[in-house]
């Protein structure tokens, strides 16, 4: 895939059409969709960093949930992955402050 997307300037339902003849099903928008997410080696799939997450956060603040372009300001990251990072982090905290309050709730009830 790597190679046939960077050499070519085939379309995504072209490149589909290539991948159906080797056996591989898929749509054009499905190739377009893991080369722009996965694939492209210009993307940085290393975890983030501590100023990453703050300007995720920042910028989430300011634009709302516009993934592509807070992925474009963080510069070759995926929207998929901010987006990612964002709902599992929102998920964690939501985690901890639940347990927090079910240890209060059991603390008020014995006093």
């Not at 085939?10 to 722009?36: A, H, M, P, Y």
């Not at 997450?53 to 920042?58: G, L, P, R």
């Not at 964690?92 to 639940?98: G, P, V």
Request: net charge positive; aromatic share 10%; with cysteine.
């Amino acid at each position: 895939m790597l190679t046939l997307c960077k050499e070519s300037h085939l379309t995504w339902s072209e490149i589909s059409k290539q991948f159906k003849n080797q056996g591989f099903d898929k749509s054009g928008k499905q190739l377009r969709r893991r080369w722009v997410n996965w694939v492209d080696p210009s993307l940085k799939n290393s975890e983030l960093n501590e100023s990453d997450e703050d300007k995720i956060f920042e910028l989430y603040h300011k634009l709302g949930p516009k993934w592509t372009e807070i992925a474009s300001l963080l510069g070759n990251r995926s929207e998929n992955n901010i987006k990612n990072f964002f709902y599992c982090y929102i998920k964690k905290i939501q985690k901890i402050l639940k347990k927090k309050s079910i240890c209060s709730n059991i603390k008020k009830k014995q006093m």
